[in-house]
């Protein structure tokens, strides 16, 4: 095989380097071409393009994009190009302080392409990866809650690097291929969306259950889609009529905030990310009923407890939640769901942190940051 034979502007060749197959992109590596006319050195060539630098939006105190190494993946790791990534709070609140220790690349919210990989079957597979990166030995991950995993590191947010750069490294067991039927606009919503189906996978939600969700973000609207297609009596009480709307959308009672009047329900979800919130959820619970805490607050709340011990009401964290849930939730209802109009700005990778400004303003749903525009033209 000779180089010249290829037509200039071919744009990926499949090698197998090391026991992984391995895309290029030709344009990044025709340098190398004028360098080395004779023989064509393609392991050479392999290695010289991997070992390039990429943009990526590190957090270090400060938020800026930089050119950092591209990481290589090890045995048991794939690599990832990241073609889109959605900004969540949780980055929000690693730029604030709240998740203390963060220094690396954020965004866990992702979608990207398998460009390297010990499983061939994987690679140019259309794929997201769970977050949480487990051991695989331990008490909980034996049992199957590696989420739970004491030594894991999590993608963007604990000790490894995240999703706002052109490459990701991630285990293999991590990743989950994306059905075709499910659009990116959809699919950049499965990490969220697992977070939400969670609830489903903790509680067992008896089938008349009266649902009431407090908080018309992203996380409440999205637990709003799960419930109602789920088949649940679900209402949602917001500050936004416009967020408010799209629940409305999928067939969910509505009650803007100031027109709410307390009720009792069965399950009371708390996402409003807001601690005052929590004693709503309780008074407005039924006895021997389940409040579910989504938020996450920054500081410390004081409550009275009297009506939980009175009313014997559970109170349930939730937090991450299975993507394989996910991906299946989003192929039997994505043509229900009005997720891609969740979808307010996408920007470039270059434009990061101004995306991250524009993702603050509380107005804002959802902020994408398409990857893949950047180091593509030249
Ligand atoms: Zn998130
Ligand atoms: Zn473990």
Excluded: W
């Amino acid at each position: 095989m000779h180089f010249k034979s290829f037509p200039f502007k071919l744009y990926l060749l499949l090698l197998v380097h090391e026991n992984k197959q391995v895309i290029l992109n030709l344009k990044k590596i025709s340098f190398i071409r004028y360098r080395d006319k004779g023989g064509f050195p393609l392991v050479d060539l392999c290695k010289k393009s991997i070992s390039e630098t990429m943009s990526a939006l590190v957090f270090n105190g400060t938020l800026q994009v930089e050119k950092v190494p591209v990481p290589r993946p090890k045995r048991g790791e794939a690599l990832i190009k990241v073609d889109k990534a959605g900004i969540c709070n949780t980055d929000f609140e690693i730029i604030k302080g709240y998740i203390p220790g963060f220094n690396g690349v954020l965004g866990h919210e992702f979608i990207g392409t398998v460009v390297e990989s010990d499983e061939p079957q994987m690679m140019g597979k259309r794929v997201t990866a769970e977050i949480n990166c487990s051991c695989g030995e331990c008490e909980f991950c034996k049992k199957g809650l590696s989420r739970h995993c004491s030594l894991r590191t999590v993608i963007g947010i604990i000790n490894r690097n995240g999703a706002f750069a052109e490459y990701i490294v991630v285990p293999e067991t991590n990743i989950f291929v994306i059905p075709d039927q499910i659009p990116d606009s959809d699919a950049i919503f499965i990490e969220p969306l697992a977070a939400a189906l969670e609830i489903i996978d903790q509680v067992k939600i008896p089938e008349d259950a009266e649902i009431l969700i407090l908080g018309d973000g992203k996380l409440g609207l999205l637990i709003s889609f799960v419930m109602k297609c789920s088949g649940y009596s679900t209402t949602m009480v917001g500050k936004h009529r416009e967020k408010l709307s799209f629940a409305e959308k999928v067939g969910v009672s509505v009650i803007p905030l100031e027109e709410f009047k307390n009720g009792t329900y069965d399950l009371v979800i708390e996402a409003t990310g807001n601690s005052d919130a929590l004693e709503m959820a309780i008074e407005n619970t039924k006895p021997r009923g389940i409040v579910v805490l989504k938020s996450t607050y920054a500081g410390d709340i004081s409550f009275n407890p009297s009506k939980v011990v009175v009313d014997e009401i559970s109170i349930v964290g939730s937090r991450c939640g299975r993507f394989e849930a996910a991906i299946n939730f989003l192929s039997n209802f994505n043509n229900r769901l009005p997720l891609s109009q969740l979808i307010n700005q996408t920007f470039s990778l270059d434009q990061a942190t101004e995306a991250f400004e524009y993702a603050q303003n509380p107005e804002i749903l959802k902020t994408i940051i398409n990857v893949s525009r950047v180091g593509l033209e030249t």
